[in-house]
């Protein structure tokens, strides 16, 4: 059993910046995929960023060049550092993981089945 507890939300001015930090209690094993997840009100919940075991990350286009996910093997910490934020970013944002198997990352919630309860993220124009 894996528990994620996410950190860093806020409001922010549209062009801010912040950084979320999802703290896991351990790893889903020696492969894993870790990601980012956004959810809108009234909209499904959609895979921004995802990292595995050996470093490799995958972005959506909405947030690739602004958005970057990175992770403290020593503290067990994923971050999203987000920039130039817009409106149209603004969501409850989760982190999630999953044991890998062969297959890359994919940023399908369905894939997930460790979820942290969220962090709210407001972008103001």
């Known amino acids: 059993q894996v528990q994620l507890v996410e950190s860093g939300g806020g409001s922010v001015q549209s062009g801010g910046s912040l950084r979320l930090s999802c703290a896991a209690s351990?790893?889903?094993?020696?492969?894993?995929?870790f990601g980012w997840f956004l959810q809108a009100p009234g909209k499904e919940r959609e895979g921004v960023a995802t990292v595995d075991n050996r470093g490799r990350t995958s972005y959506s286009d909405s947030v690739s060049g602004r958005f970057s996910i990175s992770q403290d093997h020593a503290k067990n910490t994923l971050y999203l550092q987000m920039n130039s934020l817009k409106p149209e970013d603004t969501a409850m944002y989760y982190c999630?993981?999953?044991?890998?198997?062969?297959?890359?990352?994919?940023?399908?919630?369905?894939?997930?089945?460790?979820w942290g309860q969220g962090t709210q993220v407001s972008v103001s124009s």
């Open positions: 351990g790893y889903p094993g020696s492969m894993y995929c």
């Open positions: 999630a993981a999953r044991r890998r198997d062969w297959r890359l990352c994919g940023r399908s919630q369905s894939e997930y089945n460790y």
